[in-house]
């Protein structure tokens, strides 16, 4: 099993930035991709960025220049740098890890841009 607990959140202005991080523990052990997905009240879950444990990263058009997905593996931690937030950022952002065919979610970390 692979716990994961994201922090970070918050009220945020519009335009400023936030930075979340994700904590791995248990058996962390052949985690490889590790990534950020978001849900906004009443969407689907959306995806934002995944990097992989050799910092192999992918983006999401709608957030391609503004986050940064990062990771430091000796801590078994990912991070999501937001620039420019914009409302429309606005929503609960999980992170997620995958280990040989399974995937484990933390339980997520409320962001709110406000105008």
């Known amino acids: 099993q692979v716990q994961l607990v994201e922090s970070g959140g918050g009220l945020v202005q519009t335009g400023g930035s936030l930075r979340l991080s994700c904590a791995a523990s248990?058996?962390?052990?052949?985690?490889?991709?590790m990534g950020w997905y978001r849900q906004a009240p009443g969407k689907q879950r959306e995806f934002l960025a995944t990097?992989?444990?050799?910092?192999?990263?992918v983006y999401a058009d709608s957030v391609k220049g503004r986050f940064t997905i990062s990771r430091d593996n000796a801590k078994n931690t990912v991070y999501l740098q937001m620039n420019s937030l914009k409302p429309s950022d606005t929503a609960v952002y999980y992170c997620?890890?995958?280990?040989?065919?399974?995937?484990?979610w933390g339980n997520g970390t409320l962001v709110t841009v406000s105008l």
């Open positions: 997620n890890a995958d280990k040989i065919g399974t995937t484990y």
């Open positions: 248990g058996r962390t052990f052949s985690v490889n991709t």
């Open positions: 990097i992989t444990r050799g910092g192999n990263t």
